[in-house]
């Protein structure tokens, strides 16, 4: 859940990212925000969609302190696991919490890694903090680094969501980043990166108001 570069944001912030917990005072208390939002269920939801079963190695872009991608190791202890993230406080943390993981610092944007490196990579509530140029890189470095037939799984802000979702939604529809994932502006982005893509499930949560599941293929 972790934030990647945004022209809003460093103009008043001291880094060229936002941090994991929107400040770096504010980092102690993420993990616990994390919870009180209900991201548990989010993250197996997404490692269920994933099925990574089958699966080498695995990354996840954004990764902050680790939550998702710690979830997905400890669901398939054979992983080859890798958490991404601009973020070197976050990423201290997240090693802090448990080896057999690579924590790396990297922009989802400027991967650094290898070509058709990865089964599967995994994105959670990143994508809606980037703005137009960093998300269409993003998506080239994604469909990039998997190998041809492998996925992208993502979670975020997405999808028809309306008024009727809530306040948090209403609060997000007059929000110029995050109303640029509404509709299909994720189908299409994905799709123009040269993915396969489809909405896999949606459902309202109240402290977003709606967020939306999809998965990317590489074509084979």
């Known amino acids: 859940m972790q934030r990647f570069t945004m022209d809003c944001v460093t103009k008043h912030h001291p880094h060229d990212y936002l941090p994991a917990a ?3 005072a504010l980092l102690p208390g993420y993990d616990a925000l994390s919870r009180l939002l209900g991201m548990k269920k989010v993250y197996d939801a997404l490692i269920a969609q994933a099925e990574l079963a089958g699966c080498r190695r695995v990354l996840e872009i954004g990764c902050g302190t680790g939550n998702l ?7 398939h202890p054979r ?11 976050a990423l201290d943390r997240a090693q802090r919490k448990m080896n057999g993981i690579r924590f790396e610092r990297g ?4 991967l650094p890694y290898a070509d058709a490196e ?28 998997l190998r041809p037939g492998g996925r992208l799984h993502l979670v975020d802000i997405g999808g028809d969501m309306t008024a ?19 509709g299909d502006a994720i189908p299409r982005l994905l799709r123009g990166a040269g993915f396969d893509c ?9 402290f977003v108001g709606r967020l939306t599941y999809y998965r990317a293929t590489r074509p084979a």
Do not use: W
């Open 22 to 24: 929107g400040h770096d």
């Open 69 to 75: 991608i710690i979830r997905a190791k400890r669901a």
């Open 79 to 89: 992983l080859q696991a890798i958490g991404c993230d601009p973020d070197p406080l």
């Open 107 to 110: 922009y989802a944007q400027r």
């Open 118 to 145: 990865f089964d599967r990579v995994l994105s959670s509530m990143m994508l809606h903090h980037l703005d137009d140029d960093a998300k269409t890189a993003a998506a080239a470095e994604v469909f990039r680094v």
């Open 164 to 182: 009727n979702d809530g306040l948090a939604a209403r609060l997000v529809i007059r929000s110029h980043h995050a109303a640029g994932n509404l």
């Open 198 to 206: 489809a909405q896999v499930a949606t459902h309202r949560q109240r």
